[in-house]
């Protein structure tokens, strides 16, 4: 639950050390596993084993927040009607992205994965983890407490969740329409929640394609000092 105004209580924190030769090969094995993770649009329509779902739910809401206020909500989305639903208004806003309310920069950034305002992905995906940042707390009798860096908390959850879900041997992407008030509409949400991002969860397809894309690396991305 929020920490709101509950008093400091330390507790010891002893994790089992392990020896640094299986500290490395567990490093070199999960950087292979995520090496192989890609962001997938082509889903098969088959089921998803759900409880792996959820604990990729639950492995995402044990990342690190904020003066640990937890502002998340993870919204699985399995019911096809609603997920129609999110389709045709996300399609609506991406139209009037594609049609020039992007810029014409971002656009040609785009161009070179194939992206476009049809979004399959989010009816032939068979499940939808629509995720919620928590602006502020909000009490049942209408009592508000700020969220403080609700971004970069949620950001994180929602990196976890990939990874958790990827080790589970599913696949997924992170999808962004903007303007997302829809999801708030469509899904019921309270006032204090704000949608961050979709994110369809299943198994590629038989045709499923990905952009020939090469990853930066090591050097590239890391500083030394």
């Known amino acids: 639950m929020p920490t709101h105004g509950d008093p400091y209580r330390p507790v010891p924190?002893?994790?089992?050390?392990?020896p640094a030769d299986e500290s490395l090969s567990r490093a070199?094995?999960?950087?292979?596993?995520?090496?192989?993770?890609?962001?997938?649009?082509?889903?098969a329509?088959?089921?998803v084993p759900l409880e792996a779902v959820r604990s990729a739910i639950a492995c995402a809401a044990t990342?690190?927040?904020?003066?640990h206020q937890q502002p998340w909500t993870f919204v699985l989305v399995r019911d096809p009607e609603i997920r129609r639903r999110i389709r045709e208004a996300a399609e609506e806003e991406e139209r009037v992205s594609y049609d020039g309310r992007l810029?014409?920069?971002?656009?040609?950034?785009?161009?070179?994965l194939g992206t476009d305002e049809v979004k399959t992905h989010l009816t032939d995906a068979p499940a939808l983890v629509v995720v919620f940042q928590q602006r502020y707390?909000?009490?049942e009798d209408g009592t508000k407490r700020k969220h403080y860096y609700v971004d970069e908390s949620v950001g994180i959850a929602?990196?976890?969740?990939?990874?958790?879900?990827?080790?589970?041997?599913?696949?997924?992407?992170?999808?962004?329409?903007?303007?997302?008030?829809?999801?708030?509409?469509?899904?019921?949400?309270?006032?204090?929640?704000?949608a961050f991002a979709v994110v369809p969860v299943g198994y590629p397809a038989a045709d499923c394609q990905v952009p020939d894309?090469?990853?930066k690396t090591l050097d590239q991305v890391m500083v030394e000092i």
């Open 63 to 67: 990342a690190p927040s904020g003066a």
């Open 103 to 112: 810029g014409e920069e971002w656009l040609a950034a785009l161009r070179p």
């Open 28 to 43: 070199a094995q999960l950087r292979a596993r995520m090496d192989e993770r890609r962001t997938v649009r082509q889903f």
């Open 13 to 18: 924190y002893r994790p089992e050390r392990i």
């Open 158 to 194: 929602v990196g976890m969740l990939l990874t958790a879900l990827h080790l589970s041997g599913l696949a997924a992407l992170v999808h962004t329409p903007s303007p997302m008030r829809f999801l708030s509409e469509v899904l019921d949400r309270p006032a204090n929640e704000k």
């Open 45 to 47: 329509p088959d089921p």
């Open 137 to 139: 707390w909000l009490g």
């Open 213 to 215: 894309l090469v990853r």
